[in-house]
């Protein structure tokens, strides 16, 4: 397909209906369908899905499914699964669902059954884990592991990070876990503070293990232990490494008995159900982390078999797009009623910003209309102290991803009905707002009644589930990373690269000599960027 064959009839009925309906309000909808609210529903894999209070009606979902079809979502999701090289910028296949698949499922690359190796993988990593959460894994000087620090940025921090703030619940509360990303010195000297290197294990997640950041961390993570240990024996108990390359393992210096391997059929963005989850499987153990991959798999299994119009990632996937495409939103919001999920927005950034912000086809031509829309978000209810005013009362359409639990892992009096509450109540007022009669009839004075109208008509879905646990963690990642597929595949982009952020890095390769140079060097960059470095070498000289 090229393009414009991109633009299938579905489109363009798309199109004319977004304009013909543009102006219904969902409280017209609910009034003229009593059923609504049970017939826009979808469960899958422990998750509820409401998503009735979208702008849509039978006529929009058909035709988004009609376009899911036209687009060839059915034969690109068996593609995925059966190990296809869809990933075609890299040459890749892209099997992150074999990374969840249960022992006897067979998923071919390149003639070699995966799943197999997965499960040799997870099993080194059970044992090591077990190790650590015993205390019969010894430091250098005979003390048990007290401290587990993740090094890793982008897909090798995010995943774990949120995962493990996710699910804190079931970690070993004596063992501390701190995740360092950021180059900026801080981040390491704060995740170290008041650490004792004889009872402190770095892991090392790097799926390339070249990155600039992680590199250079793992770097200061060495000379920090071995300023204590003092001898580079103490690397093979306190180093370990999760990566796709043994080859830069052992450049770096870590014996690669002590590496967890995954593979390149795995995306960065994908892979925190891989060994780049170890610091999550010592934390909250191999049962719970096999709990968790057996709720991705259920995801994966729904996405893979249930009919579109059932289909909860095909649903979300579709959803965000008519939003995106035929109604002009520029961003979603996704606000988890779980304090416990506050690093979920952060991941899913990632996940699909990285993934769908693109703007050519997988045949190279600049797409003709927009895709990835800015993903974003904060627990509730944080957030409706502070960005929901434009939500509600702003001039953006914001389309809303409310995520809530029937039950609290931390029962505290009325705490969890107040909270929930603040589910219900802010997809109630967001979709039917007030009106100015309703504000006027309330004994508001006139001059006032403006402001204090609701327009509503904002859509939201709503997610529930019964708890916390870790296999609806791992149903709750899927269900993003299935929708992000299925857009891109609407979208006709390739969902699986990531080209977008490598100027930057190879521009900072160029600027960190000009940097550091004891001598004024040589700038050829253009006026503004000759200026800065000049001013930021002078200001850190005084
Ligand atoms: O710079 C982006 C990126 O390549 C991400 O896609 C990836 O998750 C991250 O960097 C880290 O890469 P690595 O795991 O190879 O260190």
């Known amino acids: 397909m090229t393009t414009a064959e991109s633009i299938t009839p579905a489109w363009k009925a798309l199109e004319s209906h977004a304009d013909e309906t543009r102006s219904r309000h969902l409280r017209d909808l ?3 369908d009593p059923a609504r609210a049970d017939r ?4 899958a894999a422990g998750l509820f899905l409401d998503y009735s209070k979208n702008r849509i009606d039978d006529q ?18 068996d593609l995925m699964f059966s190990g296809a090289p869809i990933n075609i910028t890299e040459n890749r296949a892209v099997l992150h669902v074999a990374l969840r698949a249960p022992t006897g499922a067979s998923i071919m690359h390149n003639g070699v059954d995966v799943v197999p190796l997965v499960h040799g993988v997870l099993d080194r990593m059970a044992a090591f884990a077990q190790k650590i959460r015993d205390r019969s894994w010894k430091g250098h000087t005979g003390k048990p592991i007290k401290n587990v620090i ?32 950021n180059v900026d010195g801080t981040d390491f000297a704060e995740a170290v503070h008041g650490l004792d290197p004889a009872e402190t294990l770095f892991i090392i997640s790097s799926k390339t293990f070249t990155t ?55 995306g960065g963005r994908y892979s925190m159900d891989s060994a780049i989850g170890l610091s999550n499987m010592i934390a909250f153990g191999p049962d719970h982390f096999r709990a968790m991959l057996a709720g991705f798999h259920a995801m994966d299994e729904h996405f893979r078999t249930a009919p579109f119009a059932q289909n909860m990632p095909v649903i979300m996937g579709l959803l965000g797009l008519w939003y995106t495409d035929f109604l002009g939103a520029e961003t979603i919001a996704v606000l988890p009623y779980d304090q416990y999920l506050k690093r979920f927005p952060a991941y899913l950034q990632q996940l699909t910003m990285e993934s769908n912000g693109k703007s050519v086809t997988l045949e190279g031509k600049p797409v003709s209309h927009p895709t990835g829309p800015v993903y974003w978000g904060e627990p509730g209810t944080n957030g409706q102290h502070s960005f929901y005013q434009l939500i509600h009362q702003g001039t953006r359409l914001i389309p809303c991803d409310l995520i809530g639990f029937a039950r609290s892992l931390n029962p505290n009096g009325r705490h969890h009905d107040i909270l929930m509450s603040n589910v219900f109540a802010q997809a109630e007022a967001l979709a039917f ?9 309330e004994g508001t004075p006139d001059w006032l009644v403006p ?19 870790p296999a609806v963690l791992g149903a709750l990642v899927a269900l993003y990373e299935h929708s992000v597929f299925v857009q891109g595949t609407i979208w006709r982009i390739n969902s699986f690269d990531q080209w977008g952020v490598e100027l930057g890095k190879a521009l900072a390769q160029r600027i960190i000599p000009e940097l550091e140079s004891p001598t004024e060097p040589a700038l050829a960059h253009d006026s503004s960027t000759n200026a800065l470095i000049k001013r930021y070498r002078a200001m850190r000289a005084r």
Do not use: C
Request: charged fraction near 20%; glycine fraction near 6%.
């Open 212 to 266: 600039l950041e992680t590199m250079t961390n793992a770097r200061s993570a060495r000379a920090w232990a071995l300023a204590a240990l003092k001898d580079e024996k103490a690397v093979a108990r306190h180093f370990v490494a999760v990566s796709t390359s043994a080859k830069e393992v052992s450049a770096f210096g870590i014996d690669t008995a002590n590496m967890f391997e995954f593979w390149d059929w795995v």
């Open 60 to 77: 929009t979902m058909a035709l988004l499914i009609q376009l899911a079809g036209e687009s060839g979502l059915r034969e690109r999701i």
């Open 30 to 32: 609910f009034a003229a």
């Open 40 to 43: 826009y529903t979808a469960n």
């Open 433 to 441: 707002g007030k009106t100015p009669e309703q504000v006027k009839s």
């Open 451 to 469: 402001h204090r109208v609701f327009e509503g008509n904002r859509p939201t879905n709503v997610i529930l589930a019964d708890q916390l646990t």
């Open 150 to 181: 993740n090094i890793g940025i982008g897909g090798s921090d995010l995943g774990p990070v949120m995962a493990y703030e996710a699910l804190r619940h079931y970690t070993d509360r004596d063992l501390v876990f701190r995740f360092v990303s």
